[in-house]
């Protein structure tokens, strides 16, 4: 069996989604995402210039070997363009192994652990009441878990995650459709002021059931995240997610010595490397990667093996930019995982995207159910692809208020 040709597509309903077609001499074809978000057009090019050559003639089967070949054949390894880029083949590789299987890809892992997989959603609002609406919204639609983000009294600008328009509290996804990106202003003091009596209120109106995570977006100094996680301890989040910049991994042991509350990390990590010192010192209790870049099934698998056995739960990145494909693989994983912890999810439910990207997967009262079709279950409709082109556009950028550049 030989691969016989590769083509890439970028664009999508308000995301220009990085989409991977791999074709067969046996008629079968594989799917895989290549999104970066915010620098698609990267991947895209290093899979059309420097990948999609070396696969012509490969046995698509032989996933494991196609991938060594990528990762140790680079020299400049790792990195998110080049791990997206190997992602999105090796996505496509397991898609095509499970359909040749006839088996749905969880089934090649080892079957299923549980029936559904739990979600959580992104409540948001300009201001605490838009939170609580947001957060009643998600309620009535079955979900059990929302990370919740508010907007901050007095500060100057909107912050990650937050509605910039009062009433805006549904489905909210960030356009960063931009010539420059976008300025926002960040004050730390009032961030960190505010946040806790906002949790407080939550508690109290929603009361301790519901399962609230938290994204700090990387924004905190060590000191200033060990104090902040030691307040909000009292409101049992599910997870802290990024209390500081993940490049300085030993920050994290200065909040462990202060807080029990459960750390989420690794959005943007890219192999197993960035993970495994976060996994084996016990300094994180979510491990946040994402089958798109970090390497696809293969890698990821491999990262989840080594989460589980410092007992170390998956809570896969799930963000808008990540296409049905990417989704369908961590629902694949999340099925089968025996540490499996929680899955963010945002994607699928417009119309326009299920039209592109057609599927059987269902959402049912917050939790995910992986189809039985198989592969990954998830189609490509290239003449609806026809109708996007891709778009610039950039994350904004965070300075505080005397000008200094901040973490976005
Ligand atoms: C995030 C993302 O989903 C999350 O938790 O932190 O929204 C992140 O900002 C985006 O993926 C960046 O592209
Ligand atoms: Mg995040």
């Not at 089958?291 to 093996?305: E, L, M, P, S």
Request: hydrophobic share 40%.
């Amino acid at each position: 069996m030989k691969i016989t040709s590769a083509k890439v597509f970028v664009g999508g309903p308000k995301k220009n989604y990085v989409t991977l077609k791999i074709m067969t001499d046996e008629g079968v074809y594989g799917l895989g995402d290549a999104t970066l978000n915010c620098r698609e057009t990267l991947p895209a090019h290093y899979l059309q210039e420097y990948l999609i050559p070396c696969l012509i003639g490969k046995d698509p089967r032989n996933s494991e070997d196609i991938w060594q070949y990528f990762y140790r054949g680079a020299y400049f390894r790792r990195g998110p363009i080049a791990m997206a880029a190997f992602g999105a083949i090796d996505m496509a590789l397991w898609d095509i192994k499970a359909k040749l299987a006839g088996m749905p890809l969880y089934q090649l892992f080892g079957g299923k652990s549980r029936e559904g997989a739990l979600l959580y959603a992104h409540a948001t609002g300009k201001d605490i009441a838009d939170l609580e609406d947001s957060i009643a919204f998600y309620l009535d639609q079955g979900y059990k878990a929302v990370r919740v983000q508010c907007g901050i009294p007095d500060m100057p600008t909107s912050s990650y995650g937050v509605s910039e328009t009062k009433g805006d509290v549904k489905n909210y996804i960030t356009n960063f459709v931009t010539n420059v990106p976008a300025e926002e202003i960040w004050d730390t003091e009032k961030y960190m002021r505010y946040m806790p009596k906002a949790l407080d209120r939550l508690r109290d109106k929603f009361g301790f059931d519901l399962k609230i995570l938290h994204d700090v977006h990387h924004r905190l100094l060590p000191r200033e995240a060990a104090e902040f996680a030691k307040e909000v301890e009292q409101y049992k989040l599910f997870w802290l997610e990024d209390p500081t910049p993940a490049e300085d991994q030993d920050a994290l042991k200065f909040l462990r010595q202060h807080s029990t509350v459960p750390v989420a990390i690794g959005e943007v990590f890219n192999s197993i490397y960035d993970c495994n010192h976060l996994i084996q010192q016990n300094l994180i209790d979510f491990i946040r990667v994402c089958c798109t870049y970090a390497g696809g099934i293969t890698h990821v698998k491999r990262i989840v093996d080594l989460a589980g056995l410092h007992n170390v739960r998956t809570g896969f990145h799930g963000a808008p930019s990540h296409s049905p494909l990417c989704m369908a693989a961590q629902a694949h994983l999340n099925a089968w995982a025996p540490n499996f912890g929680i899955q963010e999810y945002l994607v699928l439910g417009t119309p326009e995207c299920d039209a592109l990207f057609p599927s059987n997967h269902t959402v049912k009262d917050g939790m995910f159910f992986v189809s039985d079709e198989p592969g990954l279950g998830v189609d490509f409709d290239e003449k609806e692809a026809a109708r996007y082109e891709f778009q610039r556009g950039y994350h904004p950028v965070t300075r505080l208020q005397d000008g200094t550049v901040w973490n976005y």
